[in-house]
């Protein structure tokens, strides 16, 4: 092979290589400056407990990975140590009744209400609740008392219209 084409070619691919470094370097660069300059709170966990505390919430269980309250009489539960938090509650059936799916989807049509997660039982008597406050990708974004506070009258709020209702899908 030609010396001036061996040449070539190294040059070439060495100036791929190291202009894909520098690109490399700066990304890296430009993702550590985003990243600190998002002020996330030193202990979420902490954050959301006095939020909790301060919409008059009764603690029951503070456990390693969930903390579970009582707030205006309904039962919540919040799964997670740190955002993404998940917030749960329940609507249970009438005694000796079911959730009928089918029902359920008539009346959210008619309703035309958005509702966070429903999930149904396997013995179709009890509904869970859910809301996720913070997707994956705004795990760095700061928690906030308007926030949460808006999750938690999202999922009450649902959770009472759905008690409220919950004769017309039962079966």
Same mark, same amino acid.
């Given at each position: 092979?030609?010396?001036?084409?061996? =040449? +070539?070619?190294?040059?070439?691919?060495?100036?791929?290589?190291?202009?894909?470094?520098?690109?490399?370097?700066?990304?890296?660069?430009?993702?550590?400056?985003?990243?600190?300059?998002?002020?996330?709170?030193?202990?979420?966990?902490?954050? /959301?407990?006095? #939020? /909790?505390?301060?919409?008059?919430?009764?603690?029951?269980?503070? !456990? =390693?990975?969930?903390?579970? =309250?009582?707030? +205006?009489?309904?039962?919540?539960?919040?799964?997670?140590?740190?955002?993404?938090?998940?917030? %749960?509650?329940?609507?249970?059936? @009438?005694? +000796?009744?079911?959730?009928?799916?089918?029902?359920?989807?008539? %009346?959210?049509?008619?309703?035309?209400?958005?509702?966070?997660?429903? #999930?149904?039982?396997?013995?179709?008597?009890?509904? /869970?609740? +859910?809301?996720?406050?913070? @997707?994956?990708?705004?795990?760095?974004?700061?928690?906030?008392?308007?926030?949460?506070?808006?999750?938690?009258?999202?999922?009450?709020?649902? =959770? !009472?219209?759905?008690?409220?209702?919950?004769?017309?899908?039962?079966?």
């Amino acid at each position: 092979m030609n010396k001036r084409l061996k =040449a +070539g070619i190294y040059a070439t691919v060495l100036s791929l290589t190291m202009g894909g470094i520098i690109s490399s370097q700066v990304v890296a660069q430009d993702n550590q400056t985003t990243a600190s300059s998002i002020k996330a709170p030193q202990n979420p966990r902490t954050e /959301l407990i006095r #939020i /909790l505390k301060k919409l008059d919430a009764n603690i029951i269980t503070n !456990e =390693a990975d969930r903390v579970f =309250a009582d707030v +205006g009489g309904a039962k919540v539960m919040i799964d997670g140590i740190e955002p993404p938090f998940k917030f %749960w509650t329940s609507i249970s059936a @009438s005694t +000796g009744k079911v959730f009928s799916l089918n029902k359920l989807n008539s %009346w959210l049509l008619k309703d035309g209400s958005l509702f966070p997660y429903l #999930i149904l039982s396997e013995d179709k008597d009890m509904f /869970l609740l +859910g809301y996720a406050l913070f @997707s994956k990708a705004q795990v760095n974004k700061k928690v906030v008392d308007d926030d949460i506070e808006y999750a938690l009258s999202y999922l009450l709020f649902s =959770a !009472e219209k759905l008690e409220k209702n919950k004769s017309q899908f039962e079966e």
